[in-house]
């Protein structure tokens, strides 16, 4: 087969959109130098997302907990603000493609971003130990540090509902130190994410959850994902989540259904009508 006739500009166009994740072609998809046809059936969908973001293939132990990180971030019900616009989304009269996306782009800074947040405060006290200092200097100097720019909540402790325990995190914590024990991890981070919890609840005189994005953050910082994908990895796990509601929604029915029911009026605290 002769190959179609180029312009002289080929590689500046080819060179545009360049990319080290997929060589395609008629006939051949590549991901990462791993032809498409030997991938199907041979990895899983962690492995996959793994190599695709990393670049190289994980180890089974490190494939198996970063899949347990995914597993546990998936969901939180319709009190959470993503999994609640999905379930409105839905009653509007959208595609499920469009309530996917109105779901998944409520996760900010806030309800989403926790677990950068979080891996930033976990590797800025890893490099104060580095730089010398014992690990109860660092954990408390640290949140200080956090606590002087980004207010008095620490990311990735406490949680609305689950108090003093998130029912993920314990487990999750637990796999760390499983996987730390056979090799997988080293357990560096999770001993800095036990000590921030120690070191906020023995300050605020009561014991605080380490919440699903304090442990998350604590596995990806274990298996060397830089922070900002502590939040993408999230997100990516929330949306299966918001397919489900979505979806679950879709067949529910209801119409233009907003936060809460229409019986419930929101508090007005205006200037009073006279009428």
Request: hydrophobic share 40%.
């Amino acid at each position: 087969m002769t190959a179609p006739s180029e312009p002289k500009d080929a590689d500046d166009m080819r060179h545009w959109w360049r990319t080290a994740i997929i060589d395609m072609a008629p006939g051949r998809i590549a991901f990462r130098g791993h032809p498409i046809q030997d991938l199907i059936g041979s990895v899983s969908f962690a492995q996959m997302i793994w190599l695709m973001v990393r670049g190289d293939m994980p180890t089974p132990e490190q494939a198996a907990l970063f899949e347990c990180a995914l597993v546990a971030g998936v969901d939180h019900g319709p009190q959470a603000p993503s999994i609640a616009a999905a379930r409105m989304a839905a009653t509007c009269g959208l595609g499920l493609n469009n309530v996917i996306a109105t779901g998944v782009n409520m996760l900010g800074d806030v309800h989403g971003g926790a677990g950068e947040q979080c891996a930033e405060l976990y590797f800025d006290i890893a490099k104060r130990i580095d730089d010398g200092a014992e690990q109860d200097a660092a954990v408390s100097d640290g949140i200080a540090a956090w606590r002087e720019e980004y207010g008095k909540i620490v990311s990735g402790f406490g949680h609305r509902f689950h108090k003093p325990v998130d029912p993920r995190a314990p487990r999750l914590m637990a796999l760390v130190r499983e996987a730390a024990k056979s090799g997988t991890v080293d357990g560096r981070f999770a001993d800095i994410g036990e000590a921030v919890q120690a070191e906020i609840g023995r300050k605020r005189g009561t014991e605080i959850a380490m919440n699903i994005d304090g442990a998350t953050a604590v596995i990806f910082c274990e298996l060397g994902f830089p922070p900002p994908l502590s939040r993408g990895l999230f997100c990516l796990a929330r949306s299966v989540g918001v397919l489900s509601h979505g979806w679950e929604q879709m067949q529910q029915g209801g119409r233009n259904k907003g936060p809460m029911p229409p019986r419930y009026l929101p508090e007005y605290v205006g200037v009073k009508s006279e009428s």
